[in-house]
Nanobody
Framework: QVQLVESGGGSVQAGGSLRLSCAASAYTSSSNCMGWFRQTPGKEREGVARILTGRTITYYTNSVKGRFTISQDNAKNTVYLQMNSLKPEDTAMYYC??????????????????WGQGTQVTVSS
């Protein structure tokens, strides 16, 4: 099973930017879609963005469209989440995850079979 390691979280003021990284041990046929999720205490994990590795097909949840960008470096087996114009409500633990791609795959938590340990993002007002 693919191993995922996130990095790049931290604290930033509202309006600032952060770039998260997710290094995968390898991409396989069961992990050729990568996603970013976030979770705050007491709330369900929320999908943020996903990408089909090797292609530029992306999908974003409405609350981050125009502010966040998911991208990949296949040579490094790494997926990134560039977060601009951050808001206090973006504060959460961010996780990357891997899924088998299929038509219609979105950001449903149960579609993703491997998860990283998470990286904390804190946005102050």
């Amino acid at each position: 099973q693919v191993q995922l390691v996130e990095s790049g979280g931290g604290s930033v003021q509202a309006g600032g930017s952060l770039r998260l990284s997710c290094a995968a041990s390898a991409y396989t046929s069961s992990s050729n879609c990568m996603g970013w999720f976030r979770q705050t205490p007491g709330k369900e994990r929320e999908g943020v963005a996903r990408i089909l590795t090797g292609r530029t097909i992306t999908y974003y949840t409405n609350s981050v469209k125009g502010r966040f960008t998911i991208s990949q470096d296949n040579a490094k087996n790494t997926v990134y989440l560039q977060m601009n114009s951050l808001k206090p409500e973006d504060t959460a633990m961010y996780y990357c995850a891997a899924a088998r791609c299929y038509a219609g795959l979105g950001l449903g938590v149960y579609d993703y079979v491997a998860w990283g340990q998470g990286t904390q993002v804190t946005v102050s007002s």
